[in-house]
């Protein structure tokens, strides 16, 4: 029971995973250079001696030993205020082992089922913060057709299933697709990826296992190359983290790390419940952006000399609004939380949903603001190694100047960070993440259609009316 060095982390992740990259089979992911910067990203989070982050990384246990805050299960206003901080300073790799929070927010209402899978997620919880490990967030299936229910697709396989059970345990089948840190975490926490009917028992399933386990094949994708000039790629090269296409080929899980098997009237909890935690991290995520957008958008404007331009103060107002309307709805959703039957305090759920839809909906168009208000350099930008050779050098210094007291590397920089979040292979990516992080669209407006107060809406219209 110790808090792992980042050193100790990278060494744990030596256990004969089968990972996939670019066709290749890598056996030790932490020597190949497709995982530099994935590894490197989450091992910052096993830095506890960090000056100004180690403290907020750290949170005492209810037995006295020190445990990483993101396995804080909050309690009070304080202690979800400081689980938002923290996600604001915490790496992908690190976040997804909300994964956690959101089986302890539902731990009630499995216990009234079936208790033992209650304390089958009171234990891997209690195994992953003691050990210091990280988990994967394994929800998203392939679904096949659409149209079809699991139980009816042509390959039964293209939702995860349970196919056989014993005394022992149970052995499980299928794919779960667009898994983020899969290859760089130590458990897979599966979840239904939706509600499932009775007819369905074998597609309600949840569990935890070790990404080493037999059977678990897991292949990679990033919207980032293994190698990226930081100048050039200010983001990318930093903050990239695969995708992982989670294979589950007959894998044993044993009964003591089983959720769910069978238990269809809790497959929509367990899947709802995850969404409102990533639904969370996503509008953090997208506090920060936006204020990140301002200020980008005001130093272009100002670096070209139109900061008292209308249209440009006009755009920038459209991404202060933005901003401010995020912001404000993350602190409406933490100070109007919510609390489970045993005292787990949670962001309320509306809220969230509300936030997150409003920041899906329109992250597009403010992209668009910022993408106006910087013009076509953003894509033509010439490349460091240019700005660096004395002879191209001189003509980029010469042509970008704008005024004296803006420096053409400081505009390049600017630019250049402009291009990687929105414009180029990490902003596609982010374009389609936006909306689809926690659900898309449809799945917000679900949620406020189930939690949002309907009847005293109706009661209001009547009375205005003069019907009530």
């Known amino acids: 029971m110790a ?62 030993h020190e445990a990483h805050r993101i396995y804080q299960v909050p309690r009070s206003e304080e202690d979800l205020a400081k689980r938002i901080e923290l996600l604001a300073h915490t790496g992908i790799g690190t976040a997804v082992s909300g994964v956690y929070m959101a089986l302890m927010s539902v731990k009630d209402q499995v216990a009234a089922v079936n208790p033992q899978y209650a304390e089958n997620i009171e234990r891997m919880y209690r195994y992953c913060r003691d050990n210091d490990l990280r988990a994967a967030e394994v929800i998203t299936d392939p679904k096949g057709d659409r149209k079809r229910r699991a139980h009816e697709q042509d390959d039964p396989d293209l939702y995860v299933r349970i196919v056989s059970r014993n005394n022992d345990g149970i052995v499980v089948r299928g794919a779960k697709l667009h898994i983020t840190a899969a290859s760089v975490i130590h458990e897979l926490v599966v979840m239904p990826t939706k509600g499932m009917r009775q007819d369905e028992t074998d597609y309600a399933v949840s569990f935890s296992i070790p990404v080493a386990t037999k059977g678990v094949s897991i292949i990679n994708r990033s919207f980032a190359p293994a190698e990226l000039n930081a100048f050039d790629y200010p983001a990318s090269s930093h903050h990239s983290m695969p995708e992982g296409f989670v294979v589950f080929d007959d894998v044993f899980v044993p009964w003591d790390r089983v959720f769910l098997a069978g238990e269809v009237q809790l497959a929509s909890k367990l899947a709802q419940s995850l969404g409102l935690w990533e639904r969370t991290g996503g509008v953090i995520a997208a506090v920060e952006s936006s204020e990140l957008f301002v200020g980008l958008a005001q130093l272009v404007t100002e670096m070209q000399g139109k900061e008292s331009d209308m249209v440009a103060q006009a755009s920038i107002a459209e991404l202060i609004t933005y901003a401010q309307m995020l912001k404000m709805s993350l602190d409406y959703a933490c100070r109007h939380y919510e609390h489970t039957a045993s005292g787990m305090v949670y962001p309320n759920t509306l809220a969230i949903n509300a936030a997150k839809y409003y920041y899906a909906a329109n992250y597009h168009q403010t992209v668009r603001y910022l993408h106006d208000l910087s013009g076509g350099l953003v894509l033509t930008l010439p490349l460091e190694s240019d700005l660096r050779n004395p002879e191209s050098g001189k003509f980029i210094r010469k042509y970008l100047y704008t005024k004296s007291n803006v420096d053409v590397e400081t505009r390049m920089r600017v630019y250049n960070l402009i291009r990687d979040l929105t414009a180029d292979a990490y902003g596609g990516w982010h374009f389609v993440v936006a909306l689809q992080a926690g659900g898309g669209l449809s799945a917000q407006r679900f949620m406020m259609n189930r939690t949002y107060d309907i009847a005293g809406a109706k009661a209001k219209a009547l009375a205005a009316a003069g019907a009530g």
């Open 3 to 64: 808090l792992k060095t980042p050193e100790q982390y990278v060494q744990s992740l030596r256990d004969g995973r089968v990972t996939y990259w670019d066709g290749e089979r890598i056996d030790d992911i932490t020597k190949h250079p497709r995982f530099r910067v994935p590894i490197a990203t989450t091992a910052q989070d096993y830095d506890y001696d960090d000056p100004k982050l180690g403290a907020l990384r750290r949170f005492r246990t209810e037995a006295g």
